[in-house]
């Protein structure tokens, strides 16, 4: 049987083997951590600490400000020595609460409801809210959100990603194959906020035993189905994910709601789970931490605010003194100009290239008009044209080939023969046109 | 942060951060090396004369390339083997006897005028081997039509000329043509190993085809323009293509002599796919081949010349661009404007 999929898309070497047989794994508690009061998109928290306070783990330290927003909660318990502005692993400076850790893990408040299930949708989403919870697969959207669709926009359907797309991580995977009943539940969930009887989890076919963990756990639930997807990058990109599972396509510039549709991340759905039931705020996630340039690959539970640099350490070190650190994954994820950076709501992986691994970006030659990135671009999009016209400085004439459809998956400028930096000559595009 | 850490030098650059093994040079490199098989054919059947003239046409399109971005001061970007295909596909298509100084006109029109100063590599608007060779054909048109005949031996001690098979059939027929082979069986054979008269690399069928199928194989070309250009000069050619000469009648046309005759599959393969000008969309290249199949023909059965493809190829590498704009992508999640209006009322 033909796996379901969409048009375009690329086969990247998926370097899963790395580190996919390794089971999740707590890292050893951190002396301190680092806690931005921005980790999602929108309004940034209104800190609620000062300097010298105490905090309990689970205690929120930055509340919302807006609907669109997270509140954020201190990861350990311990005292505020300082707050002020600190980088995140893209570079941008947002004012962080760091807290020392006095290694008692007092939580605030944790208690377990296994009736959760009973609580109104209203309450199951106001949990969700409480606990700060964003989209885990990096784009970091605060799930409410999405769980609140206007009245207009009625929702039939809940997919899970489960896809993990991105070559090199496998936050996800682990996380089906050691915690496949919490998904469920997670997705149970999120079906019950949004009263739908439609729940999908799609899974990409190159981790068939998660898709089998995921078929045993969900075999008692009718309404629930598990997709297995052809392995090919972008199937974890949310319109690409729901052509492949429900054959719906999202609008372009449209959100999945357009098409009656909710996407959460596997990720995002035990968090939802462990909120709806312990009442636990987001403050640990999974991150792999991979790469041929790090002695040890590992698939690490870490705490909100744990220093990359830890991690590293955690993992045996980098094998050279020269290499790209890559926040979240090879084809979308950051490199980072520094290793004393917060691991994120949004981060899912650290990955170290080593240095004889690095394309340099600057040796590029023209656009041979090959042809290849408009095969492949999964938005249907001329990626070439967009680069040729960005390149000369035709910004205005870049919207007449749809740049604002494009969302940087990075396809293009991995199968370019020339080594075009396709993807940025769009955002250069991008920042200088109005939509 | 009590212990003193060491300091990682990180490399900082932006998304995507793996890229694949896929360059410029390593297409140019294969489509040249899939060239090689028809070229050795040709030097088989054509001696040592042949294979100087494609090495004079090589040298000459790589030097001239390389003295003009040295004189502009330019990156030198000889080694991406782009020069080299060009002087090769020059070469291939250029008679096996002219005199030394033809290849080297030829290679300086192609790199020169047709490719750098439109830009180089990329921004040019025609096929810069098939300018080469057109300029050629024009400004030298004696020496360009002087077909030597075919030798299976190596060493050749007199050379004969005699016509092509496509310049028998233009000016004495499809009778004449029969009378020179023997049987129908006799001229498929030979026109598929290679055994006539014609350019140094585009008689041997077999050769052309196994290289054909190589860039196939590997991607570097797709079958949208090849079938399209072939199947669309198949039809014309069964259609019209017995009409000319005593009780000519529709649809009595032989179009395997024509598929394999001339510069058609080189041209259909290797000439009319080049990237830089061909349509970039793969549904515009259909249309694409379908011009390039119709125009071939067009001279072949009405022109004054005997053989078409090269000028077919040039005149639709025109239309290129516009092509590419009116087969413009669809965007993932757009539906056509006709649907968008149905939905509307």
Redesign the interface.
């Given at each position: 049987m033909a796996l379901a999929t969409?048009?375009g898309g690329?086969h990247?070497p998926d370097k899963k083997e790395l580190s996919k047989e390794k089971i999740i794994s707590t890292t050893k508690p951190p002396?301190r951590v680092v806690i931005p009061l921005v980790q999602h998109i929108g309004a940034p928290c209104k800190l609620s600490v000062s300097v010298g306070q105490e905090v309990k783990k689970g205690e929120a330290i930055g509340t919302p400000e807006g609907f669109v927003s997270a509140p954020v909660h201190s990861s350990v318990s311990g005292k505020v020595i300082a707050i002020g502005e600190f980088p995140l692993a893209t570079g941008r400076m947002v004012t962080s609460v760091v807290i020392e850790n006095d290694g008692k893990e007092e939580w605030a408040s944790l208690k377990d409801n296994p009736d959760y299930m009973k609580l109104s949708p209203d309450e199951l989403k106001g949990k969700v809210k409480d606990a700060g919870i964003v989209g885990m697969g990096g784009a970091a959207f605060p799930a409410h959100v999405k769980l609140s669709p206007p009245k207009e926009k009625p929702v039939d359907v809940v997919i899970l990603n489960g896809a993990e797309c991105e070559?090199y991580l496998t936050a996800d995977y682990r996380l089906m194959l050691e915690r496949p009943q919490d998904v469920v539940e997670g997705l149970k969930i999120l079906m019950r906020i949004l009263g739908v009887n439609k729940g999908f989890i799609g899974i990409e076919n190159n981790k068939p035993d998660a898709v089998e963990a995921m078929k045993k756990a969900a075999s008692g639930e009718g309404n629930i189905q598990i997709c297995a997807l052809e392995v090919k990058y972008p199937q974890g990109a949310e319109?690409m994910l729901i052509?492949a599972t429900v054959g719906r396509?999202?609008?372009?510039r449209?959100l999945p709601m357009d098409v009656g549709v909710v996407v959460q991340n596997i990720g995002t759905a035990v968090a939802i789970y462990e909120a709806a039931r312990y009442g636990k705020p987001l403050i640990e996630r999974i991150v792999t931490v991979t790469g041929e340039g790090i002695k040890e690959p590992k698939n690490l539970m870490v705490k909100i605010g744990t220093l990359v640099?830890d991690l590293i350490e955690e993992c045996g070190g980098?094998k050279s003194?020269?290499?790209?650190?890559?926040s979240g994954g090879?084809?979308?994820?950051?490199?980072?100009?520094?290793?004393d950076v917060p691991v994120t709501k949004g981060t899912s992986g650290v990955?170290v290239?080593p240095?004889e691994?690095?394309?340099?970006?600057e040796d590029f030659?023209?656009?041979?008009?090959?042809?290849?990135c408009?095969?492949i671009?999964?938005?249907?999009?001329?990626p070439?044209?967009l680069s040729v016209l960005s390149e000369r400085g035709f910004y205005e004439e870049t919207k007449d080939?749809?740049l604002f459809?494009c969302f940087?998956c990075?396809s293009c400028?991995?199968?370019?023969?020339?080594?075009r930096?396709i993807?940025?000559l769009i955002?250069l595009a991008k920042s200088l046109v109005k939509p | 942060?009590a212990e003193i850490?060491?300091e990682?030098?990180?490399?900082?650059?932006?998304?995507?951060?793996?890229?694949?093994e896929?360059?410029?040079s390593?297409?140019m490199w294969s489509v040249t090396a899939s060239l090689l098989p028809a070229t050795i054919m040709g030097a088989y059947f054509f001696g040592p004369r042949a294979i100087f003239t494609v090495a004079i046409s090589i040298i000459a399109a790589v030097l001239s390339e390389y003295i003009f971005q040295k004189a502009l001061n330019r990156k030198i970007?000889v080694s991406?083997g782009s020069a080299v295909l060009t002087g090769l596909l020059l070469g291939m298509n250029l008679p096996p006897s002219v005199p030394f100084y033809i290849p080297i006109i030829g290679s300086f029109v192609a790199i020169i005028i047709t490719k750098q100063l439109f830009g180089?590599?990329?921004?040019n608007v025609f096929n810069p081997a098939l300018i080469g060779r057109a300029f050629l054909l024009i400004s030298f048109p004696k020496l360009m039509t002087i077909w030597k005949e075919p030798t299976a031996a190596f060493v050749h001690l007199d050379a004969k000329t005699t016509a092509t098979p496509l310049g028998i059939l233009k000016e004495e027929g499809v009778a004449k043509l029969m009378e020179v082979f023997g049987d129908k069986i006799n001229l498929y054979t030979q026109l598929f190993v290679g055994h006539r008269a014609g350019s140094i690399g585009e008689t041997s069928a077999i050769a052309l085809l196994i290289g054909a199928a190589f860039l196939l194989y590997r991607g570097y070309i797709s079958w949208h323009i090849p079938a399209s250009f072939l199947g669309t000069a198949a039809v014309i050619a069964w259609i019209f293509g017995g009409l000319s000469g005593k009780g000519g009648a529709l649809f009595a046309g032989d179009p395997i002599v024509h598929l394999l005759s001339g510069g058609m599959l080189l041209g259909a393969f290797f000439m009319a796919t080049d990237?830089?000008t061909?349509p970039?969309?793969?549904k515009g290249q259909i249309l694409f081949g379908i011009g390039c199949g119709f125009l071939t023909m067009l001279i072949r059965l009405k022109g004054g010349y005997p053989e078409g493809v090269m000028f077919a190829i040039l005149i639709i590498n025109c239309f290129s661009p516009l092509i590419?704009r009116g087969f413009?992508?669809?965007?993932?999640?757009?539906?056509k404007e006709t649907k968008a209006k149905e939905i509307k009322k």
């Open positions: 969409f048009k690329i990247p002396k070559p319109k052509r396509e999202v609008p372009p449209g640099s980098l003194e020269v290499a790209k650190v890559v090879p084809m979308m994820g950051f490199a980072m100009y520094s290793l990955l290239l240095e691994g690095v394309i340099h970006a030659g023209p656009c041979i008009r090959c042809g290849r408009i095969d671009c999964p938005m249907g999009l001329m070439s044209m080939y749809n459809d940087e990075g400028t991995y199968v370019c023969p020339s080594k930096p993807v940025q955002r | 942060m850490k060491k990682h030098q990180l490399i900082v650059s932006v998304s995507p951060h793996i890229k694949s896929e360059t410029t390593r297409i970007a991406d180089g590599l990329g921004f990237y830089v061909c970039s969309v793969k590419d413009k992508t669809r965007v993932f999640g757009a539906i």
